[in-house]
């Protein structure tokens, strides 16, 4: 063999082993990922991919005055329900007015549980993750409190629990010092229900929220999504969220 | 490096002791705050959910950019063959550590759940994050230069130092990018958002670094008695001066290309000409302080060889460079995230309004302790080993330098 084969083959070696040191960790993680999400989706439950849940919000019949969402979440998930610089507001209600038309809006912003969530990818542990059914939440027990999704989410979802938490919820667990968001009340959608915003919406409020699977072409979200002009908060970000406005293109 | 003799420095004085103890007191302050931080939360400090990062990174990062510039002169002397600058490398290496170890001390103490960094910070690694690369960045700089120090003091390792030398200068160069990397792959804010902060970062680096070491060496150098000849000094000082000149060619780039696109020209108008705080700490702070008069200084035909204001210059860069990170950190966050491009935004949450932020004591202690157990850090090595030539008068370096050729 040549010096230059030789030399050649030495360094394709090694090019090689960095390789599989820098690739190792990220197939392992894949795996363990896996294996995690399958075990929440339980034995015989669903597979990755097969469902997604999304909303879709109707402006339209979102009025300006009306709170029941947000009143329905804090109770939900134990939250303050203060609106002070430091507390966790997992859904609020943004007023917009156009500014060159003035035409005003009135619409509920929350996780928009996005496909590629930035969130997910800055999170330095894996406490920011999605899950089987296209959820994203927080492993409270991973978080370590950087606060890099508070600096990464575009739509200002999550929050970082700044007080001391008393009374929870013991479905929906939260921690001091750790962030946190909507999980479309993921305990409430493994029971068969849906989350409390759409519920209230459905019932004291204007009936602006419609939940579902958008994996499922027969839902009524799917179909609905599918048949009129719907808008992806910041889209020009490719985050692909799972919520989508109507009324407002 | 035979005609150079390394040294620990001789202080049994009280002036040395006196240091030592006087950083004691602020490290211990800033690890109270931390206590305090950790016991009763984040509710303590003036952060809140729109300022998610506030001064104590301001201090961490500064910190961490300056580390791997304060490794510059090290590089300059093994990696680019310049031999003036090998008497020095011992010094620049350590106070590389040091500060690494001091912005990181700060970093972690700031944590929602700091009592996780081993538990799961250090056994649970998300790679799509470029906070878990950099904790195998900073690890691997502390590893590498320590090697690198270890080739350049034990005599029978010397044939090694060229080789550490270039590793720790290329991952010198990754570790900034990492760090420039956690505010360049912030896409949702119009401050952040761009390549160019990678590379604005390292130039930071070189200026904030060289400025701390400049002022180490001469403190260091003047308490115990020994000399800095003007051979050394007029070099550094120009070095100082290309740094300070490239950090606003960079930061004028930055904002020209924001202002040219039409998206960001709210946001650039708002730090440049109406962001009250921000933008008087952007213009008076970074460019008048931290950048123009360090240049005036060096550059003057009277005042730049005085080695007084020589070191006033270097205070100016480091004063500069903390409100420039200031302005980068919080200035960055004060400005509202735009949801609805075109549109005018409000909600209960503070969207469509520009941030107020008001640090707590809390912060600044612990700010001020991560630079106290830097400065410790150095104090306590140049005592115990020999990382400082005995002389750096001019014949000596003049020596040097002719061997090296």
């Keep these: ?249 | 490096m035979s005609s150079v003799v390394f040294r620990e420095i001789e202080s049994r004085g009280k002036g040395y002791y006196g240091i030592l103890a006087a950083l004691g007191v602020v490290i211990l302050a800033g690890l109270a705050a931390a206590y305090n931080m950790e016991t009763r939360g984040h509710i303590i400090t003036g952060m809140n959910q729109q300022i998610v990062w506030g001064l104590p990174h301001v201090f961490a990062v500064f910190m961490i950019v300056a580390a791997s510039g304060a490794l510059n002169v090290a590089s300059i002397g093994s990696v680019f063959g310049k031999s003036m600058y090998k008497p020095l490398a011992p010094l620049s290496g350590l106070l590389a550590i040091a500060l690494l170890v001091g912005g990181l001390t700060v970093l972690m103490l700031d944590l929602g759940r700091p009592d996780r960094i081993v538990t799961v910070a250090m056994t649970h690694f998300n790679f799509s994050s470029i906070f878990a690369l950099n904790v195998f960045l900073y690890t691997g700089f502390m590893t590498i230069v320590a090697i690198y120090l270890w080739t350049m003091m034990e005599r029978r390792m010397n044939p090694f130092t060229k080789a550490a030398g270039v590793a720790a200068f290329i991952w010198r160069l990754l570790l900034t990018t990492g760090t420039g990397s956690i505010f360049g792959f912030l896409v949702a804010r119009q401050l952040y958002d761009s390549a160019l902060l990678a590379p604005t970062f390292i130039v930071m680096s070189f200026a904030y670094g060289l400025a701390i070491f400049i002022l180490v060496l001469m403190a260091a150098y003047n308490w115990t008695g020994r000399e800095i000849g003007d051979v050394i000094m007029m070099r550094l000082k120009k070095l100082l001066a290309i740094f300070i000149a490239a950090m606003l060619y960079f930061v004028a780039v930055y904002h020209v290309t924001n202002i040219y696109y039409a998206e960001r020209r709210a946001v650039e108008a708002w730090l440049l000409l109406h962001g009250g705080i921000q933008t008087e700490l952007f213009w008076i702070g970074q460019i008048l302080v931290g950048s123009i008069l360090p240049l005036v200084i060096l550059f003057h035909p009277k005042w730049g060889k005085s080695r007084a204001m020589i070191a006033s210059a270097c205070g100016l860069v480091i004063v500069g460079g903390l409100i420039q990170m200031y302005v980068t950190i919080i200035g960055g966050q004060a400005y509202p995230l735009v949801l609805f491009p075109g549109m005018k935004e409000s909600s209960t949450f503070y969207d469509g309004v520009v941030h107020p932020y008001y640090p707590s004591g809390y912060e600044l202690f612990l700010g001020l302790g991560g630079v106290a157990i830097a400065l410790f850090i150095v104090a306590v090595g140049i005592k115990v080993l020999r990382f400082l030539p005995e002389s750096l008068e001019d014949h000596v370096v003049r020596a040097h330098h002719g061997e090296g050729h």
Excluded at chain 1, 19 to 48: I, N, Y
Excluded at chain 1, 102 to 127: E, I
Aim: hydrophobic share 35%.
């Design chain 1, 1 to 249: 063999m040549s010096e230059v084969n030789k030399e050649r083959r030495q360094l394709l070696g090694a090019g090689a082993a960095v390789a599989s040191l820098v690739v190792a960790p990220g197939v392992f993680l894949v795996t363990a990922g896996k294996g995690r999400a399958d075990e929440e989706a339980g034995e015989a439950g669903p597979q990755w991919g097969k469902v997604r849940w999304g909303m879709l919000v109707d402006t339209a019949k979102c009025s300006s005055g009306c709170t029941q969402c947000v009143s329905a979440c804090d109770k939900e998930n134990h939250l303050s329900g203060e609106t002070l610089p430091t507390s966790s507001q997992w859904i609020r209600k943004m007023e917009l007015t156009d500014r060159e038309t003035g035409k005003s809006y009135s619409l509920p912003m929350m996780c928009q549980h996005c496909d590629n969530a930035p969130c997910v990818d800055v999170c330095p542990t894996g406490a920011s993750f999605k899950r089987w059914d296209g959820i994203v939440s927080v492993d409270r027990h991973l978080c370590i409190g950087c606060r890099y999704c508070l600096m990464a989410c575009p739509y200002k979802a999550r929050s970082f629990v700044h007080h001391p938490v008393t009374d929870q919820n013991p479905d929906v667990p939260r921690g001091q010092g750790c962030a946190e968001s909507c999980d479309f009340c993921k305990h409430r959608i493994d029971e068969g229900q849906i989350p409390a915003c759409v519920e209230a919406c459905g019932s004291t409020g204007g009936g602006a929220l419609l939940f579902g699977d958008l994996n499922d072409p027969k839902s009524e979200i799917s179909q609905r999504v599918a048949t009129i002009a719907t808008l992806q908060v910041r889209a020009d970000l490719g985050t692909e969220p799972a919520v989508r406005y109507e009324g407002i293109l």
